[in-house]
């Protein structure tokens, strides 16, 4: 602890909004793994089998119940299509709710995550700007300084250099990193929306027919 104090010290001015940009970025990142992996789980094929034999034995109520409870963006989206259905409203009409109910749903599935690229790209843009200034006066205090403390100040100078820069890609590095994970599992729960829900249509546009 007492080197990163030192190092973070060291550092100067410049560590702080870095270090302001790290929380935020650590904020974003709890949050969307928070939402993806407890809030969206949910396992989509057990879900789609259980509602489609309730809808085979008439239990189109029990059906949306269960959807209702698990309260996910999926389960929105499935549970639309079966209180239309129930309705006993065109398949036209059906769609139209469940598209309805996704350009709501899915846009919060996306919702925050480019922050961290975007935080990413900040903190290594602070980190060169430190690392500038940080040059600066270290030349520019070099020029002017007394022949005994040019080391030391030269030497002050390149560590605010030198922390800006280490600091500002100790967080763009996992900001990037979690952007990829993050920005992956997003893309996996809305192919697996619009799977299960072209399923679910077809099914109830066939059960309609037969």
């Not at 919702?111 to 270290?138: K, V, W």
């Amino acid at each position: 602890m007492e080197a990163v104090a030192r190092f973070f010290q060291e550092g100067g001015v410049w560590m702080y909004p870095i270090a302001a940009v790290s929380a935020f970025s650590f904020a974003v990142a709890l949050e969307r793994l928070f939402y993806y992996y407890l809030h969206c789980r949910i396992n989509a094929k057990t879900l789609l089998t259980q509602i489609t034999r309730m809808v085979r034995s008439g239990e189109i109520e029990k059906a949306r119940q269960i959807c209702a409870k698990t309260k996910t963006p999926l389960s929105s989206i499935l549970e639309s299509a079966l209180w239309h259905y129930q309705q006993q409203e065109p398949d036209q009409e059906i769609q139209n709710a469940v598209d309805e109910i996704a350009l709501r749903e899915l846009p919060r599935i996306q919702r925050r995550t480019h922050y961290l690229s975007l935080f990413a790209n900040i903190s290594t843009l602070l980190g060169l700007l430190g690392t500038i200034f940080g040059l600066q006066q270290a030349f520019g205090a070099l020029a002017a300084a007394d022949p005994s403390q040019k080391a030391t100040v030269l030497a002050k100078g390149i560590a605010i250099a030198m922390n800006t820069t280490a600091l500002g890609l100790i967080v763009a590095i996992p900001c990037m990193i979690m952007y990829s994970i993050l920005g992956a599992k997003a893309n996996n729960i809305i192919e697996e929306i619009d799977e299960s829900s072209v399923r679910l249509l077809n099914f109830l546009f066939a059960q309609r027919r037969s």
